[in-house]
């Protein structure tokens, strides 16, 4: 057997009670099923794929020690052996498969999304709307009891450990930081008596449990918050956890209030493992570093460098959960890699709705997803269109054992994927297209990229079925007497086709409206359709204001944007904030990117007419004339199904999926899922 291209990523880690056969850990997610019906059955079939997939060690979604803890009512909590016995569930199936699985404890403290959310001081969060009630002494010692019994429950349940969250801005960061702790007590006022709290935790844990226990700390090592804690305070306390009795420390980076994208796919690739790096020096137990590890080449660069000895990496497993067994056999090609859009993740977690992967879908749906078998008929299939529902459909249909030709009009695979691969901060939308290329070739899909076929065509060549993902069509605005030229397309500007001026006005405050806006205001890059072009860590932390060396607190400095290549307007018919629609998670950061450019933006504008001066438009009853040299028009899609109308009048039938089934608002989530859908529905 050829040596292993990642020798670190693969080497065993020694933890003197238990070994864990590499150094890639799962991360904590809370995906939803944790408190569906049937959840820890659909949980077991979640953590068994990926510990089949090789993760040596993975951990829970957060798991509330009380109920003021929770993170949302109702949401789950371990603090009776009745509720533990319902765990064994999945602890078994996880022990089964080989693996090893730890439940995070978290307490939410002053982000929890309920009224009866406490805090160490009684100081309301930003992103809750619920102010905490303070802790009082005796309410602190009996929190830490019931942390102290939820790892013995979970030891109970089968467990290999507990990971206590200590990062992030809950309870026990609060704690930490003197930004939330004003306490004046025990448990407050100068460091030692900050750190009183999680350390009580971790010793009466271990004192609980035994040595034989897994207790992974996730330590806040760059809070990206004022008032957070100095590098000083971080070494501090994690060398006490240390003497305190903890297995491993993680890794934790900023607080959810923090005003710094910190796992956005605009944040370059292991953007903070410097800051793990940094407290090896001080430590001598296993440090886990975290946030955007995305590829085998990313984690084995930093472990080869002694910047960690593990790395987290929890998306990652969402997109691919057999992410260590391809990397094990020397195929990263074959990696559905995490692109950090948090758009069917994080976003559904915080819509309060089960959480998947946009380029998975079947992530968290295991159980009702299983894999096929072949099928026993195969059918000609014929798919029109490469991008996101076609690529999936293709490859899908083709898994299943069918045989599909793949047809698109143009000369590359990835639809609309190729205009959202040149937006500043998208550069992973390479990795999809690059990642389906693969399964195209080793499902055996036969391809006709420069085809566009017709429906007659379709026809005479007696496919069985037609599955169309034909994609959309720009809707366009006429300007009635407006010079040539000046009104184009977003998909002109992103393809190149027209270069626009030094003043634009953007039409269309959607994701693409902004995507065009983030294009123009930095300098076009180079483009190369085989090489994805990489996200600067110098330009990041230089314009979100971040200082991985830590001159202040808290790693903050002042924020230095770019200077921006253009004058932008982006306007929107509705009233209301300016891209109030985009994802959840990441509409801030869009928007906040806009702002450093200085953009300005303008809601409930009437568009009035397009001449040599510029856009006319009627903004809240007033009449303006924005002098631009070009407009771009960014308002929606119309479906293209001239195909689909010719097949029905030949009497083909045919299925639409992607753009060309619902093109109000483009959505590569839905189009992926819809071509997974169309393709098992082959077999039914």
């Not at 935790?201 to 035994?210: F, K, N, P």
């Not at 100095?230 to 501090?236: D, G, I, R």
């Not at 000046?486 to 994701?511: D, F, H, M, N």
């Not at 009497?651 to 189009?671: I, P, T």
Request: hydrophobic share 40%; glycine share 10%.
């Amino acid at each position: 057997m050829s040596e292993s291209p990642y020798p670190h990523l693969f080497q065993a880690l020694d933890l003197g009670f238990t070994t864990l056969k590499n150094r890639a850990i799962m991360g904590s997610m809370h995906v939803g099923l944790e408190e569906e019906k049937g959840g820890f059955e659909k949980l077991a079939s979640y953590f068994v794929e990926r510990a089949e997939g090789g993760c040596a060690l993975m951990v829970t979604g957060g798991v509330a020690p009380n109920l003021r803890g929770w993170l949302k009512p109702f949401g789950m909590r371990l603090t009776s052996r009745a509720q533990a016995r319902k765990h064994r569930v999945v602890t078994d199936a996880v022990k089964g498969a080989g693996g090893k699985l730890c439940l995070q404890i978290l307490h939410a403290g002053r982000y929890g999304y309920h009224p009866l959310n406490v805090a160490p001081s009684a100081i309301k969060a930003p992103i809750s709307p619920f102010k905490p009630s303070a802790l009082s002494h005796r309410q602190v010692l009996t929190t830490i009891k019931h942390f102290v019994r939820c790892a013995q429950l979970a030891q109970e349940a089968g467990y290999d450990g507990v990971e206590v969250m200590g990062s992030e801005g809950y309870l026990i960061n609060q704690f930490i930081a003197p930004r939330t702790n004003k306490r004046t007590d025990a448990w407050g006022g100068d460091l030692e008596r900050r750190l009183r709290f999680p350390l009580e935790i971790v010793r009466q844990t271990r004192e609980a449990v035994g040595p034989q226990f897994i207790i992974i700390f996730r330590l806040s090592m760059l809070d990206l918050v004022e008032g957070g804690s100095t590098w000083e305070e971080v070494v501090q306390l994690a060398q006490a956890l240390e003497e305190a009795g903890v297995t491993i420390i993680n890794t934790g980076i900023g607080w959810h209030e923090a005003r710094v994208p910190t796992i956005a796919t605009l944040v370059p690739r292991g953007a903070f493992s410097e800051v793990t790096a940094r407290l090896k020096a001080h430590v001598r137990v296993p440090l886990i570093t975290s946030n955007r590890v995305n590829t085998p080449e990313v984690a084995e660069g930093i472990l080869s460098s002694g910047s960690a000895d593990l790395v987290s990496m929890a998306r990652p497993f969402l997109a691919d959960p057999y992410f260590m067994e391809k990397a094990s056999r020397g195929a990263p090609q074959e990696i559905n890699t995490c692109i950090g859009c948090n758009q069917a993740c994080l976003d559904h977690v915080f819509e309060l709705k089960r959480a998947s992967c946009l380029v998975n879908p079947r992530a968290c749906y295991e159980a009702e997803l299983p894999e096929l078998p072949r099928a026993r008929a195969p059918k000609r299939v014929a798919v029109v269109g490469a991008g996101p529902a076609g690529l999936s459909a293709s490859t899908s249909a083709a898994e299943l054992g069918h045989e599909v030709t793949l047809f698109e009009a143009s000369g590359q695979l990835g639809g609309q994927f190729n205009l959202a691969k040149r937006v500043p901060g998208k550069e992973e939308f390479y990795e999809t297209i690059r990642y389906f290329s693969e399964l195209i070739k080793s499902r055996g899909v036969t391809l006709k990229l420069n085809t566009r076929v017709s429906g007659a065509e379709l026809h005479a060549e007696g496919f069985d079925e037609v599955i169309l993902a034909t994609g959309i069509h720009p809707r366009a605005l006429h300007f009635e007497g407006a010079p040539e030229g000046k009104v184009v397309s977003y998909i002109e500007v992103l393809t190149g086709a027209v270069e626009v001026g030094e003043r634009v006005a953007i039409i269309g405050a959607g994701g693409i409206g902004f995507d065009v806006a983030e294009f123009l205001l930095k300098p076009t890059p180079t483009l190369s359709e085989e090489t994805p072009p990489q996200a600067s860590l110098e330009s990041y932390l230089s314009e979100w204001g971040v200082d991985l060396q830590y001159k202040e607190g808290s790693g903050l400095t002042t924020p230095a944007p770019p200077t921006p290549a253009r004058q932008l307007y982006v306007l929107q018919r509705s009233e209301g904030k300016v891209g109030a629609r985009l994802g959840k998670t990441t509409g801030w950061i869009h928007r906040a990117q806009l702002k450093h450019g200085g953009v300005e933006l303008l809601s409930g504008a009437r568009y009035e007419k397009v001449d040599q001066v510029g856009l006319h438009v009627t903004v809240a009853g007033e009449a303006r004339a924005l002098e631009v040299d070009h407009v771009v028009v960014c308002a929606g899609q119309i479906p293209n199904r001239e195909l689909f109308e010719e097949l029905k009048g030949l009497g083909v039938s045919a299925h639409l999926v992607g753009g060309a089934q619902e093109a109000s608002e483009l959505d590569a989530k839905r189009a992926i899922r819809q071509g997974l859908m169309c393709a098992r529905a082959l077999s039914s």
